[in-house]
């Protein structure tokens, strides 16, 4: 099978945002987004997809004329909190709402039978591989007032071409890659957004020259697996080190970001990209989950506690200045005391610059879910306890070296803590508020750090 959609059907898309806009000619659309980039970057495509149809945003869905969920499934709070929002809608339907359902839980089967028997006053349920055939869902929703599904368990095709109302004015995600082969056994990922599939090069790279030219400065390459970007492709200009020098040359561009790399990938052609290019961000996001060997086996994560380390003194001698930012899960199924002090102690040698921490969550589905030596609760979060104590002071400890320096950040906007602030990142990933004018968002400007507060550095605009 092509792993394209064919331009055609596109096209026969766009003819179902006509069709709708002629039937509608203005609406209200809400739409909420759950989970990873990856969803957002969806989202801001499905967002296109209804401003192309003559919708307008609101943020309140009783007002609204279609609302979407844009659902995540990692774990199963995410579940219960979007069957407490459909709830929560149901009685605007005598308004006329129109509820549709998209994202990783419509790949689980279960879920598509629990929103037919229990939720059938939703419209439309599409998953993570039909997307663009969401204008003519709707459309069938509106022209024949029945319900729409368009929901398929097989890997998906690469999509190009869709309309994407984009959130930021200086920040852009570009997915790069959908799906992922590895399995980790605690991960519903692969089941639901399937196989690794990777967009044509050339797309890649005209995307983001538009996106240069529309005034972009910041490019996120998103993909569950980035470092694996291009095997699927049998090309060998489509490997990921290749995109990255190919990006690192676009004028207007000045940072590169990507989210997910998977530590077994990082190969050295990869490292020697971000060496030698000046606009990919020097802090690396290298999950490391757990840093025992005996935990990462039973997680099917395909390196060792050594191979971790080796990687990130590899990376270190070649690359001095880089930074690292992490994902650890805590209480992973048969995860002794010892297990977690070696988790404990990878963190104590890395010293990461931010850790994303999480409580082992069991997910049907999962290889992990039907493991029998599952920790107690109660074991679970006073270990997470213990290693919150640890990533506090290490965070706070690496802080103090920016005390007094001069920063570079690029403005992201207001400060979620304090709104008289605003807020960015050094080049190192660390949060800094400032006092400043609104107008500098999106701009650089450079702060002296005057104090450190562990998770984030407040500064003054530099003098001159
Ligand atoms: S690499 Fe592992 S954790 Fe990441 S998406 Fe793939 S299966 Fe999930």
């Not at 969920?69 to 219960?80: D, F, G, P, S």
């Not at 339907?93 to 629990?114: F, R, S, T, Y």
């Not at 400007?445 to 500064?459: A, E, F, R």
Request: proline share 2%.
């Amino acid at each position: 099978m092509n792993n394209k959609v064919l331009d055609e059907e596109i096209v026969e898309q766009k003819k179902y945002m006509q069709k709708v806009k002629s039937i509608i000619k203005k609406g209200f659309y809400y739409i909420e987004t759950m989970g990873c980039l990856l969803n957002e970057n969806d989202s801001e495509k499905i967002e296109g997809m209804l401003v192309n149809m003559g919708y307008e945003k609101i943020d309140d869905y009783s007002k609204a004329n279609v609302a979407v969920l844009n659902t995540c499934c990692i774990r199963e709070n995410a579940e219960n909190r979007v069957f407490g929002k459909l709830g929560a809608m149901k009685q605007y339907k005598k308004d006329g709402l129109i509820i549709a359902i998209c994202g990783c839980m419509p790949q689980e089967k279960h879920i598509v039978n629990k929103m037919h028997e229990s939720y059938n006053f939703v419209d439309i349920i599409f998953g993570t591989h039909t997307i663009y055939r969401f204008p003519e869902l709707l459309f069938n929703v509106i022209d024949t007032n029945k319900k729409a599904e368009n929901v398929i368990d097989i890997d998906g095709q690469i999509v190009e071409g869709l309309p994407i109302k984009r959130n930021d004015k200086y920040k852009a995600n570009v997915t790069i890659m959908n799906g992922c082969n590895n399995f980790c056994s605690y991960c519903i990922v692969p089941y639901v957004r399937g196989r690794e599939r990777s967009r044509n090069i050339e797309d890649i790279i005209a995307e983001i020259k538009e996106l240069a030219i529309n005034g972009y400065k910041e490019i996120i390459l998103l993909g569950q697996n980035v470092n694996s970007y291009g095997k699927d492709l049998n090309d060998a200009n489509s490997i990921f080190a290749n995109l990255l020098y190919r990006i690192n040359k676009i004028e207007g561009i000045e940072i590169i970001k990507f989210l997910s790399p998977h530590p077994k990938d990082f190969t050295d052609d990869v490292i020697h990209a971000i060496k030698e290019c000046e606009k990919v961000h020097k802090v690396l996001h290298l999950p490391l989950q757990s840093g025992s060997t005996n935990v990462l086996k039973a997680m099917n994560r395909k390196y060792t506690k050594e191979n971790y380390l080796n990687l990130v003194n590899k990376i270190r001698t070649e690359i001095p200045e880089v930074a690292f930012t992490t994902d650890i899960i805590v209480g992973f199924p048969g995860e002794t005391e010892e297990d977690f002090q070696d988790t404990l102690d990878v963190i104590s040698q890395v010293k990461f610059e931010q850790l994303f921490m999480f409580i082992y969550s069991r997910r049907v589905g999962t290889i992990a879910d039907k493991m029998e030596n599952q920790i107690p609760e109660d074991v679970k979060s006073e270990r997470f306890t213990r290693l919150k104590k640890l990533a506090d002071s290490i965070v706070f400890e690496t802080g103090e070296k920016y005390i007094g320096t001069i920063q570079n950040i690029l403005v992201d906007g207001i400060s979620k803590n304090n709104d008289k602030m605003l807020t960015g990142r050094t080049n190192s990933g660390r949060i800094v508020n400032f006092e400043g004018k609104i107008d500098l968002i999106g701009q650089n400007v450079y702060i002296k750090i005057i104090s450190n507060h562990g998770w984030y550095l407040k500064g003054n605009i530099a003098e001159n």
